[in-house]
């Protein structure tokens, strides 16, 4: 029984996800974006559980990227989807023969699947990531419509329909391409072998209390900057 409590997180994870896409539909993206910080939390606890437990299974890892693909996947893009259309205006169907550009980001639930697939089979990705991890992509565009919501003097900076659309490519490309990044999995707890992981949490602390929900995209975007550099100063690491 006690290898099933990891699996019930998992499916809190994408029922978390279902009920934010209904919010979308709804046109409640702050309540949407809450539901993806549900998924987080309930993906953060079931591996842990998991690891806990020792009640690791083939099921609970196939079942993870499942809820995943919904909760940050699709939903995420989908919340992406919504903003470029409030952006765009005119410019949804101007050029390119008329193509409706707001469906550009559903690249991201497609590259979404595929990382997933991937990291399914690939035993690199144990000690690190290979690409940016989907729960990161749909942690900064959950921080989208709440910086709307609360901070609405960035408005300008979030609804920029290049920007929105530029993002999703980008991302698209970071979520499958081959780029090692820091993945903070805490084995021991001692200053010397974790340094840089807790240096970077506290200035994750330090930003959200002063920039609030606005820090989150400069965060994530530290984040793979950080991994990239380490990368590149430790190319065999």
Not at 59 to 76: C, H, T, W, Y
Not at 78 to 90: D, K, R, T, W, Y
Not at 136 to 148: D, E, K, T, V
């Amino acid at each position: 029984m006690k290898k099933e409590i990891p699996n019930l997180l998992t499916l809190g994870n994408l029922l978390a996800g279902c009920i934010g896409l209904w919010f979308v539909m709804q046109g409640d993206l702050v309540s949407a974006s809450y539901c993806i910080f549900i998924s987080l939390v309930c993906d953060f606890f079931d591996g842990f559980l998991a690891r806990a437990l020792q009640a690791y299974s083939d099921l609970g890892k196939e079942l993870d990227s499942l809820a995943d693909m919904v909760s940050f996947g699709v939903l995420p893009a989908f919340i992406l989807f919504s903003l470029v259309e409030q952006s765009c205006g005119a410019q949804c169907t101007v050029g390119l023969f008329g193509f409706y550009k707001p469906f550009m980001v559903f690249a991201l639930a497609l590259m979404s699947a595929y990382r997933l697939a991937k990291f399914n089979i690939d035993t690199r990705q144990s000690d690190q990531f290979i690409g940016v991890p989907t729960p990161a992509n749909g942690l900064l565009i959950a921080s989208l419509p709440l910086i709307l919501h609360f901070q609405p003097e960035y408005s300008a900076y979030i609804l920029h329909f290049k920007g929105l659309l530029i993002y999703a490519v980008v991302m698209s490309y970071l979520l499958v391409c081959e780029l090692p990044l820091l993945a903070f999995k805490f084995k021991t707890w001692d200053w010397k072998s974790n340094q840089i992981k807790f240096i970077f949490l506290i200035f994750c602390i330090a930003a959200l209390v002063m920039l609030k929900f606005a820090a989150i995209p400069v965060l994530v975007i530290a984040y793979i900057l950080l991994s990239g550099l380490i990368f590149l100063l430790n190319p065999n690491k």
